[in-house]
């Protein structure tokens, strides 16, 4: 069974904008076949500012020599309680901090504020570490994720 990702967006803000609906399949690198595995979905209660391994890519099996896909989906839904407080974000990064903060191969790519959602398209390839998530104050931040993969 396949799995799709769909995206509808509506605005009235430019009158010769029609709108966009956009629906994708997840597969594998290269290919026409479903990917078959996933993280299922999770929650991650964040309340420091301290820099934390959202996803573990080499726990997926995705960062390997060969190229294999991955999608992230991430999404800021505030407390977690119902509570969502578009003034605070959490950074999104791809790669590893290293040592002493190191950043060599670190790449913070977006800030989900509350309410915010994103979804990555990822190969082994492209992902040299970790995704890393970084709350901009020490209030609780809940971030839901899921990844599909090919082991």
Do not use: C, H
């Not at 003034?87 to 903060?101: E, H």
């Not at 570490?129 to 082991?151: M, N, P, R, S, W």
């Amino acid at each position: 069974m396949a799995t799709t990702a769909t995206v509808t967006i509506a605005s009235d803000i430019y009158s010769g904008f029609s709108g966009i609906s956009k629906t994708m399949t997840l597969t594998k690198a290269g290919t026409l076949n479903d990917i078959e595995e996933t993280t299922g979905f999770s929650r991650r209660r964040i309340a420091s500012t301290d820099q934390i391994d959202l996803v573990v890519m080499a726990d997926l099996q995705v960062e390997t020599a060969d190229s294999k896909a991955a999608k992230v989906y991430i999404k800021n839904i505030g407390d977690g309680k119902g509570n969502i407080d578009k003034s605070v974000f959490v950074a999104i990064g791809l790669g590893t901090i290293g040592s002493a903060g190191t950043t060599a191969d670190y790449q913070e790519i977006s800030n989900l504020y509350g309410g915010d959602w994103m979804m990555i398209p990822l190969t082994g390839i492209d992902a040299t570490g970790d995704i890393q998530a970084k709350a901009e104050t020490d209030d609780l931040v809940v971030l839901e994720y899921v990844v599909f993969f090919e082991a």
